[in-house]
């Protein structure tokens, strides 16, 4: 009895412990370049889902590059980075693309 709880209770642990990590985003900018870092299973994607709701948001977007840190290649939970421009970014629109992508907030970028 007492191995099958052991062997419940480390199942459950293991489970866990997969878990994908936490969706995240940052985003910095100047001029009208933009520049987004993912982490999390929301950019595991090659960053289409941000590039849509980009377009979206912000209508004409030029410039775009996605790239993974590392081997280049997504993973469950990778970092990346997407560039790109813009001429409507004063309303918020792109911060407002990384919430529709990502659930996250990042503020004002």
Not at 65 to 88: E, R
Request: glycine residues 16%; contains cysteine; proline residues 5%.
């Amino acid at each position: 009895m007492k191995l099958l709880l052991f062997t419940a209770s480390a199942a459950i642990l293991s489970l866990a412990s997969a878990a994908p990590p936490p969706d995240r985003a940052t985003c910095s900018h100047s001029g009208s370049g933009f520049v987004v870092g993912t982490s999390g299973p929301w950019g595991d994607d090659w960053g289409r889902g941000l590039l849509n709701s980009l377009r979206r948001e912000c209508g004409q977007i030029n410039d775009w590059g996605f790239s993974y840190s590392g081997n280049g290649q997504p993973s469950l939970g990778g970092t990346g980075t997407a560039t790109f421009t813009t001429q409507k970014s004063s309303n918020g629109c792109v911060e407002k693309a990384i919430r529709a992508a990502s659930g996250v907030n990042v503020g004002k970028c």
